[in-house]
């Protein structure tokens, strides 16, 4: 590959987040949404043992439901599987208080984030088809050494 098919192959886990997370409020979120709630310190010692995890203060899953006093929200985990090195995804639902809710986001398209990985892509894949059509048809390169002049009969 040549640098510059390098450099923008290189570019694109760059720009690989699609999605960005908006402030919202819970009202204004349907249920099955993705969002991310980010809760007070007491909410998280008491999510932190439900979920698995050492730090529970940002809660990323799907809203299931916007009740009067709160959120439902599935949250997957991860936990150790039975056999051997293996993990599963469980989904557990919690429910958090308003009053816990520090902030509440939902994940939302970045549409200039996701055109740009669309057209460095196009361009990329546009780029390797004409150069493979077209690039080096014709054009034997000789190894390099000398000719068949220099090599002496066999007796």
Same mark, same amino acid.
């Given at each position: 590959?040549?640098?510059?098919?390098?450099?923008?192959?290189?570019?694109?886990?760059?720009?690989?987040?699609?999605?960005?997370?908006?402030?919202?409020?819970?009202?204004?979120?349907?249920?099955?949404?993705?969002?991310?709630?980010?809760?007070?310190? /007491?909410?998280?010692?008491?999510?932190? /043992?439900?979920?698995?995890?050492?730090?529970?203060?940002?809660?990323?899953?799907?809203?299931?439901?916007?009740?009067?006093?709160?959120?439902?929200?599935?949250?997957?985990?991860?936990?150790?599987?039975?056999?051997?090195?293996?993990?599963?995804?469980?989904?557990?639902?919690?429910?958090?208080?308003?009053?816990?809710?520090?902030?509440?986001?939902?994940?939302?398209?970045?549409?200039?984030?996701?055109?740009?990985?669309?057209?460095?892509?196009?361009?990329?894949?546009?780029?390797?088809?004409?150069?493979?059509?077209?690039?080096?048809?014709?054009?034997?390169?000789?190894?390099?050494?000398?000719?068949?002049?220099?090599?002496? /009969?066999?007796?």
């Amino acid at each position: 590959m040549k640098p510059r098919c390098l450099s923008i192959a290189a570019l694109l886990p760059l720009l690989g987040a699609c999605y960005s997370y908006m402030p919202i409020e819970v009202s204004a979120v349907r249920p099955g949404a993705s969002v991310r709630a980010r809760v007070s310190p /007491p909410a998280a010692l008491r999510l932190a /043992p439900l979920l698995h995890v050492s730090d529970a203060r940002v809660v990323s899953g799907t809203l299931i439901d916007s009740i009067a006093d709160g959120v439902l929200v599935e949250v997957p985990t991860l936990v150790p599987g039975e056999v051997g090195s293996t993990f599963e995804t469980l989904h557990q639902r919690v429910s958090i208080a308003r009053s816990d809710l520090v902030e509440f986001e939902t994940r939302k398209i970045d549409r200039f984030r996701t055109g740009a990985i669309v057209g460095v892509a196009a361009i990329a894949a546009s780029v390797v088809i004409v150069r493979a059509l077209n690039g080096d048809a014709g054009r034997d390169r000789v190894p390099p050494g000398g000719g068949t002049d220099l090599l002496r /009969p066999v007796r």
